[in-house]
């Protein structure tokens, strides 16, 4: 379908529905709605009882780290050289935390030389690597630990992540060194129960007891969640409450200053994913444009994303009664499919368009051109409704 001038020129838009009107695309289309993510933004830095920093990873666009820092954001977790670079280039002025915990010695060079200040670690082969290279002076080191998960979408324990014990004798030799000794730990990630947080801060006690040394610093980690599902939307504010209520209860006078470092909890509900019904199967099948070698690769692991409108190529909802749909991506590979069933309008049909909110989170940077599949466009709208 061709384009006006006037379609050609837009920048903003009011909403997807106005996307697929206008322009009717054939590839996936991610819409950013920049007021979204700034009063997320500030949700977090009035509610959270300390220092927000946002966790790159999760999202690494320009327009993202502009907004936040807008809105107010003064610090960044980041997790390589490209995105020291990023955050030093953007946010010049922000806090800068290298807390992805095992580095090469080539890239804690870069980190020094860039002016890194804060790291975690969680092996004492890593920490000896940073005793090499990281002046003592003014710099923190956080060991990082680990406790069987609970409530978390997927466990970070399993590639991060030492021991209370272990994590002791780190925080000993930090100490011990002349850094500055502080403690982080990462829940998992789409932790909605904010008991998720509270035996990692009692466990944060035990290990400072046992290493006589009382942090300076205590980094929640992320797990914050994004609304993914209806009926499950996040209490962000419990889950602040339950941090700070919990650290004052078992470090008293000696609480730490608290830091976290949220990703989708930031950034997921700031974005939807327009995407374009490319089939009917006779059994019901619903082939899309993208998939999960493109911006849907979360879900296979997480769950799927059910907070979905339905579009005919004219931007009228479909509201026929719901019916379980098994949902395949573009590509050649079987594996492209998502989980279990997406319950959609029974009345969806060929060119119809499926608005998949909550989409902001890794969907940009897990994304692949497999298959010749996965142009993404993006483009900018005052709302996602």
């Known amino acids: 379908m061709g384009l006006s001038e006037g379609n050609q020129a837009k920048t903003v838009w009011d909403n997807p529905a106005e996307i697929v009107r206008s ?20 949700q977090f ?39 020291i670079d990023l955050i030093g280039r953007l946010a010049p002025m922000a806090a800068r935390h290298y807390h992805n915990p095992v580095r090469s010695t080539a890239e804690i060079a870069h980190a020094v030389a860039a002016g890194i200040k804060a790291w975690s670690v969680d092996s004492r082969s890593e920490l000896d690597k940073l005793f090499a290279q990281v002046p003592a002076e003014d710099c923190e080191i956080s060991p990082r630990f680990k406790l069987p998960v609970l409530g978390a979408a997927y466990d970070f324990g399993a590639k991060f ?3 209370p014990d272990r994590a002791a004798e780190l925080l000993a030799a930090v100490a011990a060194r002349g850094y500055v000794p502080s403690l982080t730990f990462h829940p998992g990630t789409q932790c909605v129960d904010p008991g998720a947080w509270e035996q990692y ?3 944060a006690r035990e290990i400072a007891d046992k290493a006589g040394v009382m942090p300076r610093r205590l ?8 609304w993914r599902v209806h009926g499950v939307e996040p209490d962000l504010p419990a889950i602040f409450e339950r941090i700070g209520t919990v650290t004052a209860e078992v470090f008293g006078e000696n609480a ?16 939807a994913i327009i995407a374009r019904v490319k089939a009917l199967r006779d059994d019901g099948a619903v082939f899309l444009n993208d998939g999960v070698y493109g911006g849907l690769t979360e879900l296979p692991m997480i769950g799927n994303l059910d907070r979905i409108d339905v579009l005919t190529p004219q931007g009228e909802r479909r509201s026929a009664p719901d019916a379980g749909r098994v949902v395949f991506g573009p590509t050649c590979d079987s594996v492209d499919r998502l989980p279990g069933e997406l319950a959609l309008p029974g009345d969806i049909a060929e060119g119809d368009y499926l608005v ?20 993404l466009q993006q483009l900018t709208a005052m709302s996602l409704g």
């Open 23 to 42: 322009l009717r695309p054939e590839n996936p289309v991610l819409v950013f709605a920049p007021t979204i993510l700034q009063d997320r933004a500030r």
């Open 45 to 83: 830095i009035e509610g959270f009882p300390g220092l927000v920093t946002y966790a790159v990873k999760s999202n690494p666009e320009e327009a993202v780290i502009n907004n936040l820092v807008a809105a107010g954001i003064r610090g960044f977790d980041v997790a390589s050289p490209f995105e």
């Open 161 to 163: 992540g030492a021991t």
């Open 201 to 203: 801060i009692r466990t």
């Open 219 to 226: 980094n929640v980690g992320g797990g914050f969640p994004s």
């Open 256 to 271: 730490p200053q608290l830091v976290c470092e949220p990703g989708r909890g930031l950034c997921g509900d700031a974005f």
């Open 356 to 375: 998949i909110n909550g989409a902001g989170a890794y969907s940009v940077v897990t994304n692949t051109r497999f298959n010749g599949f996965g142009e």
